[in-house]
């Protein structure tokens, strides 16, 4: 157990619709990072946010988007879900933004467009 | 750009057999890191080793052995005497220290299954 949690575990949705990923760091942990793990992108960055602020954005849609509360938890919102955005979303933590802090990941939301 | 190349998609052997798992990886920075990680069936990713662009020393940790060379821009991964737990997709990843986005760089995977 990585100490990174994400909810919900399971999501099936329709397209057009707009769902909410969440994530809880690990307790101390202020820096939060959002992958896209697809079949044919494979494992792709999507954003970080430093303590509340975003701090670097990947190949991340414009339908996308994610922010990081005062409590530093995060939550990744996608909107005008398409077929081709199923995939497993997962969060990662570290304890700052530095390049060699190790990232530690979360369970990951299956995320199912149909 | 950041890029890392795995070239063995899927590895299949026999238990207690060694594996080597290869990753080669390019940039242009001088200060980089290089990471594992393990992603077993139930999905989550697990992180097993990070090494810097300074330290070339070999690391062994139980089973598990890492090879860096800087001269042939290679990470590569032993696991000793596989067991059917190592079942698993691996992932090879790069973080550079330059630029705006000091985002992982993730291989493609490879797909190790160990046989009883």
């Known amino acids: 157990d990585s100490g990174v949690t994400q909810t919900p575990k399971h999501l099936i949705t329709a397209t057009g619709q707009r769902v909410t990923l969440r994530c809880s760091p690990r307790s101390g942990d202020l820096s939060v990072y959002w992958y896209q793990q697809s079949l044919d992108q494979g494992l792709q960055f999507l954003i970080q946010y430093y303590n509340g602020e975003e701090r670097a954005k990947g190949n991340i849609l414009e339908r996308f988007s994610a922010q990081q509360f005062p409590d530093l938890h995060s939550e990744l919102n996608l909107s005008s879900l398409e077929l081709g955005d199923s995939a497993l979303y997962f969060c990662?933590?570290?304890?700052?933004?530095?390049?060699?802090?190790?990232?530690?990941f979360g369970p990951g939301t299956r995320l199912t467009v149909l | 750009a950041q890029k890392v190349t795995q070239a063995q998609t899927e590895i299949s052997v026999v238990e207690k057999e060694d594996v080597t798992l290869d990753c080669v990886y390019e940039?242009?920075?001088?200060?980089?890191?290089l990471f594992w990680y393990k992603q077993p069936p139930s999905g989550e990713l697990v992180f097993l080793i990070r090494?810097?662009?300074?330290?070339?020393q070999n690391e062994i940790s139980g089973r598990y052995s890492w090879n860096f060379q800087k001269s042939t821009s290679s990470f590569n991964f032993t696991i000793t005497a596989s067991q059917v737990v190592d079942s698993a997709v691996y992932f090879c990843?790069?973080?550079?220290?330059?630029?705006?986005?000091?985002?992982?760089?993730f291989g493609s995977g490879t797909q190790l299954t160990v046989l009883p």
């Open positions: 990843a790069l973080r550079v220290e330059s630029g705006s986005a000091r985002q992982l760089t």
């Open positions: 090494r810097n662009s300074f330290d070339e």
């Open positions: 940039t242009r920075d001088t200060t980089y890191y």
């Open positions: 990662a933590s570290s304890a700052s933004g530095q390049t060699y802090n190790e990232q530690f």
